[in-house]
């Protein structure tokens, strides 16, 4: 046999192959019944009947819904696939708690000054857990909005810093987007990802100005939904207790977050100062030290 000849043989055998079955696929069609919006409706009102307890985790309505669910897959003719027939384990997490001792500790020449867990600042659930010391940044918003010509860490080095920002975004967004509400930029998940996209280490997110009526309050640890690990330690400080870190600056969160607001241009800044003094640690600039930061977080997810 010619050795030449095997290979276009094959190729034809593949192409009469493959053109009589796209021809199957075009001739063969799948009966599907009329959708039935009572059958529907049936099925919500079964698995939100208050016997199914919200189907928590560790409820007996949870089971019922397994059963329910179950008997409908094999009423359909659908074949098992699961470890136990239709079943299949997975973990989810569900919360976090913090563990151990944690600490957000600000350093500003030989002045060190503690904030009070719970009551000046607190881890976000979905932190990374670790220990970082890290010079400061300020990074306004902590947004970078393309659509809108805007990015908060033009300018700025934020690699291997702590990044301080505000809550929320910059008032001028509204018009630009043609939409009164806030954007994804807003959003504390997105600022955390861009703070990690942008290498910093560790996020703290200041209230800044507050509404009419509005207390400097902490979020609830846990209230807040997210990644088991947003790849950053990410706390919330109250503004009370950050104001000082912008004094030996000569600018002050009020005056930043109103310029941002008025213009929307951003106001980002490395907090270092001109200093004679040499610190026991070093920095980018050793002639120029910065307000050090240091964060302890041991948040610990809970899986089930």
Request: charged residues 20%; contains cysteine; aromatic residues 8%.
């Amino acid at each position: 046999m010619n050795k030449a000849s095997f290979p276009r043989r094959t190729f034809w055998l593949s192409l009469l192959l493959s053109v009589a079955l796209a021809a199957t696929a075009t001739t063969t069609t799948t009966q599907l019944s009329p959708a039935d919006p009572q059958r529907y409706l049936n099925d919500i009102r079964t698995l939100t009947e208050p016997k199914m307890e919200g189907r928590g985790e560790g409820t007996k309505g949870l089971v019922r819904a397994e059963h329910i669910l179950a008997d409908r897959y094999k009423s359909l003719g659908l074949e098992p696939a699961g470890k136990r027939g239709y079943l299949q384990s997975f973990t989810v997490t569900t919360g976090a708690k913090l563990k151990g001792k944690n600490h957000l500790v600000i350093q500003n020449g030989e002045t060190k000054t503690s904030l009070k867990l719970n009551q000046e600042y607190v881890p976000f659930s979905f932190s990374g857990s670790g220990v970082v010391t890290a010079p400061l940044v300020f990074a306004g918003y902590g947004v970078t909005a393309e659509e809108f010509g805007y990015d908060d860490y033009a300018g700025i080095d934020a690699k291997d810093r702590i990044v301080v920002v505000l809550r929320y975004e910059p008032s001028g967004f509204a018009a630009k987007s043609g939409n009164q509400g806030l954007t994804t930029h807003s959003q504390n998940i997105t600022k955390a990802i861009n703070a990690r996209n942008h290498g910093a280490r560790g996020l703290i997110l200041v209230n800044g100005k507050l509404g009419d009526g509005e207390e400097d309050l902490l979020t609830r640890f846990g209230s807040v939904s997210g990644p088991e690990n947003v790849g950053v330690l990410f706390a919330q400080a109250k503004t009370a207790a950050t104001e000082g870190w912008f004094s030996p600056t000569g600018k002050s969160l009020k005056d930043l977050q109103e310029q941002i607001n008025s213009t929307t241009k951003p106001a980002s800044f490395d907090y270092r100062m001109p200093c004679m003094s040499r610190w026991p640690w070093t920095s980018r600039a050793p002639t120029q030290p910065s307000i050090m930061c240091w964060l302890i977080f041991p948040v610990r997810p809970m899986n089930t």
